[in-house]
């Protein structure tokens, strides 16, 4: 029995793409060299956040302190955004703040951690090539051989089998994404 997932992933329990070895190598730079900052917009930024990753996600931990409001106020969600130090955009992501039907209480003095788990299908081209300029050929298993876009199946040579789970991966990313922001829309929060 094979201890990867039917793409090569190291979760066998768990089916889904992993990021190349190119891609895990640009993490891998980033994190070693401590050149990333987490923003969350209208908060505030935490430089150097604590930051772990595999073979599909990053985990960026990182302890936030508020100096306002006041009077605490709720919020239903933090539009986080991950950076390079010198200001190179690298994911963004309204994250709800909503539990049990209730949004977050947000007050001066409040200081609290966090885990912002970020699933990667892929890292754009351009900035793999931007800080490893040595790097050839195709470095993400998502990038379409003829036409360079971004698809379900890229550039991997899949049976039919896999390329309907590929497709099938997608369609539940992509659901997942709109039932997110469509509960967010609904409370009027967006």
Known sequence: MSDKNDFGGGNKVSNYIPITEIEQEFISRLVEAQDLVVIVHGWGLVVHPIVTFGDKNLHAHFKLSFDQPENPKQVYFFDLELKTLSGIPLFRQKM??????????????????????????????????????????????????????????????????????????????RWIKQYDLNRLKNKGKL
């Open 96 to 173: 709800s703040t909503v539990y049990g039907n209730s949004p977050l209480m947000v007050g001066q003095g409040l200081e609290f951690e966090m885990v912002w788990d970020i699933a990667i299908n892929h890292i754009d081209p351009k900035l793999i090539k931007m800080l490893m300029p040595s790097v050839t050929g195709f470095t993400t298993r998502l990038e379409d051989r003829d036409t360079h876009e971004i698809t379900a199946t890229g550039n991997m040579r899949l049976n039919k089998d896999l390329t309907e789970k590929a497709l099938d991966l997608q369609k539940a990313e």
